[in-house]
């Protein structure tokens, strides 16, 4: 029988990844370290994972159906009408330069790492969450309000988080906060702003999660989000301070990057 890490044990190995993440989390982005904690991830911490999506009275029977929606093109979103979802999608995606494919991106890489086995730990309902949060990334940029920068990316983050306990979310906090204590101060007010903006108002809404927005996008963007309780954030909230300007803000990559793992 395979010997599975002990509770409350931080498998040294995936310690020296995290710690690179922490380092630079432009560089080696969490969507590798996320793929790089299950081969040694405690079974009872994966277990706790997921009761918390399963036994959720909302999340569980959403997740339960596995739903994907096929990629969305963003020629066919020019039919909806201006101030529905579907337009401000569009223009979201088109205006910021953002990858069209996202999700069918990331599916690839996942798909790299479960050839090697090391997902093999990676139950279906988490592997189901992470590629379904793809699809719907940029639609929850969109329905929050978050922009596509570092600082909204990282609220997003932590919106996501407070509506379900999932490990993405929270290896995007503990490297981010991480990096801000021991390796740049100047991150920690601007972060702290993000992460109590996104987390304050993620557990004011309605659960998003697992949420066939798809077939919401010909609806006004402004009727989806009173339909959940979203006060939409603003991309002043997130300004990067010009004054002792985090390292790592200054000279970052892309949000959605999936290339580097230098």
Do not use: C
Request: cysteine-free; proline content about 7%; aromatic content about 10%.
């Amino acid at each position: 029988m395979e010997e599975r890490p002990m509770a409350g044990k931080v498998d040294p190995k995936f310690g020296a990844k995290f710690l690179k993440s922490v380092e630079n989390f432009n560089e080696y982005g969490i969507h590798f370290l996320f793929n790089d904690w299950w081969e040694s991830a405690p079974a009872d911490a994966i277990e706790k994972y997921v009761a918390l999506i399963e036994n959720d009275p909302v999340q569980g029977q959403l997740a339960a159906e596995r739903y994907y929606a096929p990629p969305l093109s963003l020629a066919a979103l020019e039919v909806h009408a201006p101030g529905t979802l579907g337009a401000h999608y569009l223009a979201f995606v088109r205006d910021h330069n953002l990858m069209e494919s996202l999700a069918v991106g990331y599916r690839d890489l996942h798909e790299q790492f479960e050839a090697t086995g090391v997902l093999k730990n990676l139950p279906d309902v988490l592997k189901h969450k992470v590629l379904r949060g793809y699809q719907t990334h940029d639609l929850h940029h969109v329905i929050t309000g978050y922009p596509p920068t570092p600082l909204g990316e990282l609220a997003v983050q932590a919106f996501q988080l407070a509506q379900t306990q999932f490990p993405y979310a929270s290896m995007w906090i503990a490297v981010v906060t991480a990096h801000m204590t021991f390796i740049d101060p100047h991150l920690t007010v601007p972060a702290m702003n993000a992460i109590t903006h996104g987390w304050s108002h993620g557990r004011a809404a309605k659960s998003l999660q697992f949420v066939k927005f798809e077939e919401q996008l010909d609806e006004p963007l402004e009727l989806v989000r009173r339909r959940f309780d979203i006060r939409a954030a603003t991309a002043a909230d997130f300004v990067t301070p010009e004054r002792h300007t985090p390292d790592l803000l200054v000279a970052s990559t892309p949000p959605g990057d999936l290339s580097r793992r230098d």
